[in-house]
């Protein structure tokens, strides 16, 4: 089993920043990729940023220029980070880490209980 501990989040006036982090442990060694999904009241959950094993990010159009996520960790514990900037109003939601790997059964995916975000001023 893969265990997700998310932090971060919180509230925070246009313009401003906040960060994400994402603890994954357990049965990690299928590691596939980590990252964070986002999804706002009456919206389809959609992919914010991931970041692959060997370390290749891949981000949504609207997060390619303000927010940069990373990773970090062994085999025992990886670490995602989401850094936000720039943030908007639209950019408020609940945002979710999710864990993609292989495990003796085949592909499968984790999700994290979800942190809020929120853009007001």
């Known amino acids: 089993q893969v265990q997700l501990v998310e932090s971060g989040g919180g509230s925070v006036q246009p313009g401003g920043s906040l960060w994400l982090s994402c603890a994954a442990s357990?049965?990690?060694?299928?590691?596939?990729?980590l990252g964070w999904y986002r999804q706002a009241p009456g919206n389809q959950r959609e992919l914010v940023a991931s970041?692959?094993?060997?370390?290749?990010?891949?981000?949504t159009d609207s997060a390619e220029d303000r927010f940069a996520v990373s990773i970090s960790g062994d085999s025992a514990l990886k670490t995602v980070y989401l850094q936000m900037t720039s943030l908007k109003p639209e950019d408020t939601a609940t945002y979710y880490c999710?864990?993609?790997?292989?495990?003796?059964?085949?592909?499968?995916?984790?999700w994290g209980q979800g942190t809020q975000v929120t853009v007001s001023s």
């Open positions: 357990g049965a990690i060694h299928g590691l596939l990729s």
């Open positions: 970041i692959e094993r060997e370390g290749r990010p891949t981000y």
């Open positions: 999710h864990y993609e790997g292989l495990g003796s059964y085949g592909q499968f995916e984790v």
